[in-house]
């Protein structure tokens, strides 16, 4: 089984977009949640996570842009990008934290340039 993210796409500095995650993991609600990003030549790091009842923590580089937020009778996740600079390009990622290796999926690319 793997997590799917979508919603990703290219935009322009100062832009926002929406990702959305599908867990299809067991006890959804129990499970601390995030999303991970990998930028060119960079390893994958985790941007934002949160807990079962919501609550949420963020890294420094995100904090103030970026606020996630998850559905638990949905078992959806999702990550509300504002602000967004060419430095949020990457591919993103949904995922447990900490993370499960076989729920990595595919991704999806956003791109942030004019």
Known sequence: VQLQASGGGLVQPGGSLRLSCIA???RFSFNVMG???QGPG???VLVASITGDSNAIYADSVK???TISRDNAKNMMYL???SLKPEDTAVY???TVPQTDWYWGQGTQVT???
Do not use: A, L, T
């Open 24 to 26: 299809s993991v067991r």
């Open 35 to 37: 999303w991970f990003r």
């Open 42 to 44: 960079n390893q994958r």
């Open 64 to 66: 103030g842009r970026f």
């Open 80 to 82: 509300q990008m504002n």
């Open 93 to 95: 990622y949904c995922n």
């Open 112 to 114: 942030v340039s004019s």
